[in-house]
């Protein structure tokens, strides 16, 4: 039963993040793939990348965190775990403990935080 709460939990702090992502970030098709760029700044900045991670990643940049490999290394955790749950490969078993919940939760946490510290909260240097 503990596994089947922390799958949810985990799903949970994903789609956290995926808001947060969406928040910052607009998509369009262009030249037969999609970019993703900030909102709000003007002229339309693309970035590297276009996953879910990318953005984050950006967000995480921008927002001067301290230790952005680790977090970065957090962000894939999460999200390679929870496409392996929602789309599971045969022979890959997906264990998620405790611990992991608490450090993505202090993850989330630490980026919300940081953000609501951000001045104007969209616009960045």
């Not at 596994?3 to 262009?30: H, P, Q, R, T, W």
Request: proline share 2%; glycine share 4%; charged share 30%.
């Amino acid at each position: 039963m503990g596994s089947i709460i922390f799958i949810y939990a985990m799903l949970s702090i994903c789609k956290s993040l995926e808001i947060i992502k969406d928040y910052y970030f607009g998509e369009e098709y262009i030249e037969d793939k999609w970019k993703a760029y900030w909102k709000n700044i003007e002229p339309r900045t693309y970035i590297q990348g276009y996953s879910t991670k990318a953005r984050l990643k950006e967000i995480i940049a921008k927002i001067k965190m301290d230790d952005i490999d680790t977090r970065s290394c957090n962000i894939k955790n999460i999200f390679q775990k929870r496409n392996n749950i929602i789309h599971p490969k045969s022979g890959v078993d997906v264990v998620i403990m405790e611990n992991d919940i608490l450090t993505w939760f202090q993850m989330l946490k630490e980026i919300l935080s940081k953000i609501i510290e951000s001045p104007n909260n969209v616009q960045y240097d």
